[in-house]
Nanobody, 120 residues
Framework: QVQLVESGGGLVQAGGSLRLSCAASGLTFNSIGMAWFRQAPGKERVFIADIDWSGRDTHYADFVKGRFTISRDNAKNIVYLQMNSLKAADTAVYYC?????????????WGQGTQVTVSS
């Protein structure tokens, strides 16, 4: 079955950096787009960034542009989220997602999430 497993979350001070990883299995990773979302306590899940199958096309939410970078390694079936200049407002559970379904307007596969806590 399809599995997306996030790792790399933790506690970091404001201004610091973290790199999240999402290891995928059970799907044809090198042919699908991937994305990162996050959900803060009491708030809805929001889009952070996505990347196409080749890694050449990426998009970012305005609130992370210039600070976060999404990338992928198709040989390892991993998508990354490099997060720099972290702020307390970045505290959330971070989820990776795969295979966008246009008809549904959402991603088909989701990981279990990894907690990122930024102390001010």
């Amino acid at each position: 079955q399809v599995q997306l497993v996030e790792s790399g979350g933790g506690l970091v001070q404001a201004g610091g950096s973290l790199r999240l990883s999402c290891a995928a299995s059970g799907l044809t990773f090198n042919s699908i787009g991937m994305a990162w979302f996050r959900q803060a306590p009491g708030k809805e899940r929001v889009f952070i960034a996505d990347i196409d199958w080749s890694g050449r096309d990426t998009h970012y939410a305005d609130f992370v542009k210039g600070r976060f970078t999404i990338s992928r390694d198709n040989a390892k079936n991993i998508v990354y989220l490099q997060m720099n200049s972290l702020k307390a407002a970045d505290t959330a559970v971070y989820y990776c997602a795969g295979l966008y379904e246009a008809r549904r307007g959402s991603y088909k596969y989701w990981g279990q999430g990894t907690q990122v806590t930024v102390s001010s």
